[in-house]
């Protein structure tokens, strides 16, 4: 089980990801450990792509803004054929706990990942979480392009503590050292 400091709520700014220009992506860097929850799209002005879907891909990269050895954790659709009007909302569930309380071996709670094809970020652990030194991107490829339309992205996480297995497999320092600016004599 892992030890929630908090929830938090990020709301990219409008446009930030240019869900009509092809090859756009934004890259969300994270002070903690955080287990993913919830991504959504909130449409600030009318989605539309008569060819097909609107993708954006959940991508978590090893070293921050370096796109090598990038780990494809999903993807989320905006829409499909149909308009989303503009103050539409499109979320989609990442980390679920089972509403049941069933409980693995280890003593953790099970999840329930929405899609069989993720990659875990530590073989057997939950893929929606992004360790200490790591990031989140979120990438529209070309053939994932709307038509037209804008929006802002919405992401959903908790913080987990600087301690315990994620952030014992990063790269992690504290400077010790005297934390006044100006030295007392």
Known sequence: MHNILKRGFLVGAIDDLNIDS????TEIVFATPVRLRRVGFIATTAVANAAG??????????????????VELGSFQVTDTTTRAAGSYTYKDLHIDDADGETAEDGTLRFEAPSS????????DDPWVIP???????????????DSGAGQWTLEYDELPMTGPYAARTNIFRDVTNNSAIAIT
């Open 53 to 70: 879907v609107v993708l954006i891909k959940l991508r978590r990269r090893p070293v921050v803004g370096a796109d090598a050895n990038h």
């Open 22 to 25: 092809s090859g756009d992506n």
């Open 132 to 146: 200490m030194g790591q990031s989140l991107e979120l990438d529209m490829g070309s053939a994932d392009l709307a």
């Open 117 to 124: 094809n993720i990659s875990p970020v530590i073989t057997g």
